[in-house]
C-alpha cells in the first residue's frame, strides 16, 4: 500500500481565517490514484517547522501533496523551508521567468521584483508549470518520498496536481476501482455490525463514512493483472453487501448526494415539487437547485416564516394555526398540500419546526420538526426531533426533509 499525506502551510489556516478545502480535493484524488491517505498536517510559515516537517513526513510516506506559501510576499516560506530541509539554495528558472513576465503582459501588469521571487526553486527540483496563475510548483524527493508543492489558490492547485498525475508521476502497476454505496436511516454501528468480516481483504478494503443519517459504503479493490480485474473484485464485494441491508435504504451507488438522486430521480420520471419551508429557511430549496437541471423539476419554493405569511400567501387556514400551532402535523400538512396546489406540482414538501435557541416548551422542545409530503396520492407528516444548535437543526431538518421526499418518490 503507498501512503501519502496532506501537508498546508500557512499561518491564516492555523487561525482560522481560511478553511482547507484544498485537503479534501487532494485526498480524493490520491485515493483515486491508489494511496492511502494517512495524515493531514497544517503548520504556519516559519522556516524552521516547515523544514521540520518535511523531514517528519518523509521517513512514512511515499507521496505529500503540499500547498501553500508560494506567493510572492514576505510571509511566504515554503521554498525557503525545502531548500533548508534539502541543505541546498534557491536558484532561479528563467523558462519559469519567461512564463511569469508572459502572464503579467496578458494582464497589462509589469512583473516586480517581488513577483521574480516566485521563480526561484530549490537546487534540484523539478518544476510543474502552473497555466491558470503566477507561481509554478515543483516537486522533489527526500528518502525516497516524493513532495508536489503548489500555490493555495484552489483553481491553481488543482491545474498543478492534475498535470503532475499525468505528465510527471511514474505509472504504477497497480490497477485501483472505487465503489460507493450510499445508505439512509441506517446507523453506522448497525452497518459495522454486519460487514467486519469485509472490511479489510488481500485485494480491497471498506470504509465507513457516515454524516447527517447518511453513511457511505467506500470499497476500494485493487489488482496488478488489469482495471477490468479490480473492477470485478469490487463489484464481488457489492455482492456480499447489498444483501445485508434494505434496497429501499440504498440511495446511490455511484457517490450521489441525496439531493442529485432525488433531482435525477424527478427529471427522469418528468414530475415537478413545489417547497414550503418556515424553519429550514431555504436550504432545502438550495439543496435541490444546487443539482444541473433542477429548473426542470423545480417551478419554485418560498420560505413562510411567520403566521401571517403562512395564512395570507400560502393559504393555511387561521382555524389550523389558532388550534395546532405553527410547528404541527396539521399545519405541516396544510402548507405541503397549498404549495403543492399553488405550484401545479405532483408533490409538495413543507417544513416548520423550532430551531431554538429559545421558542421550546415541554411539549414541542428545541429540534421539534414537522415535514409535510404531499403527493398525487395523498398527504403525510413526518415528526422529528432533533438535536443540535439552531445551524445544525436548521441542517438535518433539510436532510430529514430530503429523506421523506426521496421514500416518497420510491412509493
Not at 204 to 222: A, E, K, M, W
Request: aromatic residues 8%; glycine residues 10%; contains cysteine.
Amino acid at each position: 500500500m503507498k501512503h501519502a499525506a496532506v501537508f498546508a502551510i500557512g499561518n491564516e489556516l492555523l487561525g482560522g481565517y481560511v478553511l482547507n478545502g484544498n485537503a479534501k480535493y487532494l485526498s480524493e484524488l490520491l485515493e483515486s490514484h491508489g494511496y492511502s491517505v494517512t495524515r493531514h498536517l497544517v503548520v504556519g510559515d516559519d522556516i524552521t517547522v516547515i523544514a521540520n516537517a518535511f523531514r517528519e513526513l518523509a521517513q512514512d510516506h511515499h507521496l505529500v501533496m503540499v500547498t501553500g506559501g508560494l506567493g510572492p510576499t514576505s510571509d511566504d516560506k515554503t521554498r525557503e523551508g525545502v531548500a533548508w530541509a534539502l541543505g541546498v539554495e534557491l536558484q532561479q528558472d528563467f523558462a519559469s521567468l519567461d512564463r511569469l513576465e508572459a502572464l503579467m503582459a496578458s494582464r497589462n501588469r509589469a512583473v516586480k521584483e517581488a513577483h521574480k521571487l516566485m521563480t526561484f526553486f530549490p537546487q534540484g527540483a523539478t518544476i510543474v508549470p502552473n497555466d491558470v496563475g503566477a507561481a509554478d510548483g515543483f516537486y522533489f524527493t527526500i528518502n525516497e518520498c516524493c513532495f508536489l508543492c503548489m500555490p493555495g489558490v484552489p483553481v491553481e492547485m488543482q491545474a498543478i496536481a492534475d498535470r503532475f498525475f499525468r505528465e510527471h508521476l511514474p505509472e504504477d502497476s497497480s490497477y485501483i476501482a472505487t465503489t460507493i454505496l450510499s445508505y439512509y436511516g441506517i446507523p453506522e454501528s448497525d452497518i459495522m455490525d454486519k460487514i467486519p468480516h469485509l472490511m479489510e481483504g488481500t485485494r480491497h478494503t471498506i470504509g465507513l463514512l457516515p454524516n447527517d443519517g447518511i453513511v457511505r459504503i467506500r470499497i476500494v479493490s485493487r489488482s496488478d493483472f488489469s482495471q477490468g480485474d479490480a473492477t470485478e473484485i469490487g463489484q464481488t464485494v457489492v455482492g456480499e453487501i447489498l444483501p445485508l441491508f434494505p434496497s429501499e435504504n440504498l440511495f446511490s451507488s455511484s457517490n450521489l448526494d441525496l439531493n442529485e438522486t432525488i433531482v435525477q430521480r424527478l427529471i427522469r420520471s418528468g414530475k415537478q415539487v413545489a417547497l414550503a419551508e418556515s424553519c429550514s429557511g431555504g436550504k432545502l430549496a438550495d439543496a435541490i437547485i444546487s443539482v444541473p437541471g433542477a429548473s426542470a423539476i423545480f417551478p419554485y419554493g418560498a420560505v413562510f416564516y411567520s403566521n401571517e405569511a403562512k395564512q395570507r400567501l400560502l393559504g393555511v387556514p387561521q382555524h389550523t394555526l389558532e388550534t395546532y400551532g405553527a410547528v404541527s402535523a396539521e399545519t405541516a400538512a396544510a402548507m405541503a398540500e397549498s404549495i403543492q396546489r399553488l405550484a401545479n406540482a405532483d408533490y409538495g414538501v413543507s417544513t416548520t419546526g423550532i430551531a431554538g435557541p429559545s421558542g421550546g416548551s415541554a411539549e414541542k422542545p428545541v429540534g421539534t420538526v414537522y415535514i409535510g409530503i404531499a403527493t398525487p396520492s395523498g398527504v403525510r407528516v413526518k415528526h422529528v426531533l432533533l438535536r443540535g444548535n439552531r445551524e445544525l437543526i436548521r441542517r438535518r431538518a433539510t436532510q430529514a426533509a430530503l429523506f421523506e421526499l426521496y421514500d416518497a418518490l420510491e412509493k
